[in-house]
T-cell receptor
């Protein structure tokens, strides 16, 4: 089955700086890679996703890159704000299969 | 759009009792819903796949007789934790992909915090 590794487990940045979270996956059949933000005591919220036919996707301060050859994808948050503080999960799944495999999570702390 | 709700948001029960958690897709239909369990400071672990009109599919190591799943309609799936014990205390989260054609985007509910005394 799919295995998703995520690094780092914790990340502290100064407000305004950028944050990068990296993930690798094992199953070459995976072609959908969502990123979720989870605040304490709440369910995960989809913040951005990318499919295998695209190498990069951007939505305001958030961007995701995908390298299918190397089987890794990354989340980039620019101009971080205190409200970006949360746990971020990467995930991978195969189209139509729907079963999502999550990474281990990154706790991001943005220091004002 | 694509809102998933869960009820209750938190529940405290005595050991040995059963607890039912509801997951509803509010503005879309979902033939499939997923149930996850999340322990503190850990990732989400898939427990089972709930299929409308048919039996749920359980992940390895998840007791199907303990975690009963019913997907009676295209907008509602329920998870019943039977004879709950303190080790069942966890954060239970459901998710659903919109549509009936196997789309891959999933939306998550807000979660249910179960505490078994």
């Amino acid at each position: 089955g799919e295995n998703v590794e995520q690094h780092p487990s914790t990340l502290s940045v100064q407000e305004g700086d950028s944050a990068v979270i990296k993930c690798t996956y094992s199953d070459s059949a995976s072609n959908y890679f969502p990123w979720y933000k989870q605040e304490l005591g709440k369910g995960p919220q989809l913040i951005i996703d990318i499919r295998s036919n695209v190498g990069e996707k951007k939505d305001q301060r958030i961007a995701v890159t995908l390298n299918k050859t190397a089987k890794h994808f990354s989340l980039h948050i620019t101009e971080t704000q205190p409200e970006d503080s949360a746990v971020y999960f990467c995930a991978a799944s195969s189209k139509g299969y729907q079963k999502v495999t999550f990474g281990t999570g990154t706790k991001l702390q943005v220091i004002p | 759009g694509a809102v998933v709700s869960q009820h209750p948001s938190r529940v405290i029960c005595k050991s040995g009792t059963s607890v039912k958690i509801e997951c509803r897709s509010l503005d879309f239909q979902a033939t499939t819903m997923f149930w996850y369990r999340q322990f503190p400071k850990q990732s989400l672990m898939l427990m089972a796949t709930s299929n409308e009109g048919s039996k749920a599919t359980y992940e390895q190591g998840v007791e199907k007789d303990k975690f009963l799943i019913n997907h009676a309609s295209l907008t509602l799936s329920t998870l019943t934790v039977t004879s709950a014990h303190p080790e069942d205390s966890s954060f239970y989260i459901c998710s659903a992909p919109p549509g009936t054609s196997g789309t891959d985007t999933q939306y998550f509910g807000p979660g249910t915090r179960l505490t078994v005394l």
